[in-house]
């Protein structure tokens, strides 16, 4: 079955750096890869999302990258802000259609101010 | 819009006894999601319906846990008997087309 893996676990920054997650997944019939940002208490919330038929994708400060071929994608967060800190999950979808969505075991980021 | 509701946020229970826990999807989505977040396992699908119909529930724990979607705005969660390692927080998820996931606040159960 899937496994997407997730690195690093943890992740310091000072403001204004940039940070990069990186996730890999094992089913290369995925073709969905979400972005999910959880604040301490809160629930996880969509940031940025990317299909199979894009290479890049970016939203403001922040921006997702595919490589099919590897089978890996990474979240870049530039000119990082301590409303940043967070934990970061990345999904993908093991088989296109069936929305089992597998987590990665998320990357705590903390920016210093 | 209000988002996925979920009650109750906060939920403490003693081993042995039923729970219930509720969600409200966004009005119009077709697919919902039940998780379970705990430290030691992540983010764990539970079970997810399309248009009220149960689709996939293998990742439900045991004969224990039960889940039902009687219409399109209300799902439940049942855990009956409840035990100590049930404990976590339960978010229910809606989408539609099943993709991107919006998630409710959570509920967070305790079991002593």
């Known amino acids: 079955g899937e496994n997407v893996e997730q690195h690093p676990s943890t992740l310091s920054v000072q403001e204004g750096d940039s940070a990069v997650i990186k996730c890999t997944y094992s089913d290369s019939a995925s073709n969905y890869f979400p972005w999910y940002k959880q604040e301490l208490g809160k629930r996880p919330q969509l940031i940025i999302d990317?299909?199979?038929?894009?290479g890049e994708k970016k939203d403001q400060r922040i921006a997702v990258t595919l490589n099919k071929t590897a089978k890996h994608f990474s979240l870049h967060i530039t000119e990082t802000q301590p409303e940043d800190s967070a934990v970061y999950f990345c999904a993908g979808d093991p088989t296109s259609g069936t929305y089992k969505y597998i987590f990665g075991t998320g990357t705590r980021l903390k920016v210093l101010a | 819009d209000a988002g996925v509701i979920q009650s109750p946020r906060h939920e403490v229970t003693e081993m042995g006894q039923e729970v219930t826990l509720r969600c409200k999807p966004i009005?119009?989505?077709?697919?919902l999601f039940w998780y379970r977040q705990t430290m030691m396992r992540g983010l764990e699908l539970l079970i997810y319906?399309?248009?009220?119909?149960?689709?996939?529930d293998s990742g439900m724990p045991e004969d224990r846990f039960s889940a039902k979607m009687p219409n399109a705005s209300f799902s439940t969660l049942k855990i009956q008997p409840s035990e100590p390692r049930d404990s976590a927080v339960y978010f229910c998820a809606s989408s539609v087309g099943g993709a991107p996931l919006y998630f409710g606040p959570g509920t967070r159960l305790t079991v002593t």
């Open positions: 009005s119009g989505h077709d697919y």
């Open positions: 990317i299909r199979s038929n894009v």
């Open positions: 319906f399309n248009n009220n119909v149960p689709i996939d």
